[in-house]
């Protein structure tokens, strides 16, 4: 069992940067795939970037790939999303998860175990 909660959402006007963490409880955190999502109202909950138990592959979504950066710190069980360049379109509430998967990247949200509670980015234009 793993408890994800997230941290470091906020209001940031467009262009700003923000930087989510995900913490995570459990001694087994190094064995899971890591995932973030958002979901804007209104829309379904769509794949952000992922990253390997490693820490050494990671795959994007296309509207993100090269503002957001996934990592991770396995010492402190923590997941991180380093947010560039900021859009009104990125505005939701951003999710992390954790798939017990052995693919070292997961995209598809049905594959993840367990989520947080979320948390709020809204980008003001």
């Known amino acids: 069992q793993v408890q994800l909660v997230e941290s470091g959402g906020g209001l940031v006007q467009a262009g700003g940067s923000l930087r989510l963490s995900c913490a995570a409880s459990g001694r087994t955190f190094s064995t899971y795939t890591m995932g973030w999502f958002r979901q804007a109202p209104g829309k379904e909950r769509e794949f952000v970037a992922t990253?390997?138990?490693?820490?050494?592959?990671?795959y994007y979504a296309a509207s993100v790939k090269g503002r957001f950066t996934i990592f991770r710190d396995n010492a402190k069980n923590t997941v991180y999303l380093q947010m560039h360049s900021l859009k009104p379109e990125d505005t939701a509430v951003y999710y992390c998860a954790a798939a017990s998967s052995l693919l070292p990247v997961v995209v598809s949200r049905t594959e993840y175990d367990y989520w947080g509670q979320g948390t709020q980015v809204t980008v003001s234009s």
């Open positions: 990253m390997s138990r490693s820490g050494n592959s990671m």
